[in-house]
């Protein structure tokens, strides 16, 4: 309650910070026995609260060649942020892992590949299409990155030559929703963040039916059950399914007695 009220945070965070007590109860029970009445007792009644399942939010095909469309390509830093977002976008990596990205992270052979390492886990691996390839070797051409003693610098850098922070990368991102819904009365979200990309890319893959197994594997999900949400939060996918389960049934349509002149004739002979 203190938590909810009085420092103002959300009901998620207040169930989060209960989940860190109850984990710590957990622990004190096995290693104080003594208390474990005590421990118990928390654990059991003190409930989470519910809340209100965020929206996924997302961009629809039309809504992303907009914003790509924003970079000025005659211009350095639009030729960079016009590769940032696609790379951001078709990989579905999260910021981190972006700004992350070294040089030495891509191989320039066809196909390109991306190398991420993924939250302390093994790296993931993962191929651009065509159009996302060209703008990237385009990028690597422009500044001589092909060298290997140039491997271990930042893939994507800020004017200072530093590699871009998660804060960057949402500014860039901003600044183009920004002049986007300029020209286009507020065609882009307001709020859009850089997870958004890649919330965009799990649903347009899912719209063209590729398999959500793949779709996990792609988005390196360790359960199911996370990557599920992209099929519950689409509606295009569930107009799609209904519409292949719907039976159409054809009613024989009856008879028309207008078509059959001796019937006519002798119904008229009641008046």
């Known amino acids: 309650m203190w938590l909810e009220n009085d420092c103002g945070n959300g009901i998620s965070t207040r169930n989060q ?43 629809n ?9 924003q970079p000025d ?33 891509v191989r320039t052979e066809s196909p390109v590949r991306l ?32 060298a ?41 979200p307001h709020n859009l963040t850089p997870h958004c990309l890649r919330h965009s890319k799990a649903m347009h893959m899912l719209e063209s039916g590729i398999n959500i197994v793949y779709i996990r594997d792609f988005l390196d999900h360790e359960d199911l059950a996370t990557t599920q949400i992209y099929a519950k939060a689409n509606p295009e996918t569930k107009r799609v399914t209904l519409e292949s389960a719907y039976r159409d049934e054809h009613t024989p349509q009856p008879p028309s007695w207008n078509n059959d002149p001796d019937l006519i004739k002798y119904l008229k002979g009641f008046r």
């Open 115 to 146: 190398i991420f390492n993924c939250k302390g886990r093994k790296p993931r691996y993962l191929h651009l299409t065509e159009k996302s390839e060209a703008i990237l070797l385009g990028y690597f051409d422009e500044h001589s990155l092909h």
């Open 73 to 105: 390509t005659t211009e350095t830093d639009g030729r960079r942020d016009l590769t940032l977002l696609s790379v951001l976008y078709d990989s579905a990596a999260r910021v981190q892992e972006l700004c992350d990205l070294t040089v030495g992270s």
């Open 17 to 59: 910070r209960l989940t860190a007590v109850r984990s710590f109860f957990r622990y004190v029970q096995v290693e104080c026995p003594e208390h474990l009445f005590l421990c118990k007792d928390i654990i059991d009644n003190v409930k989470h609260k519910n809340c209100a399942k965020p929206i996924i939010q997302y961009l």
């Open 148 to 188: 290997p003693s140039r491997g271990y610098e930042p893939l994507f850098k800020n004017r200072q030559g530093h590699k871009l922070t998660r804060g960057g990368i949402s500014y860039i991102l901003k600044k183009y929703v920004d002049r986007a819904n300029r020209e286009n009365a507020n065609a882009l």
């Open 61 to 69: 095909k039309s809504q992303l060649a907009l914003l790509l469309a």
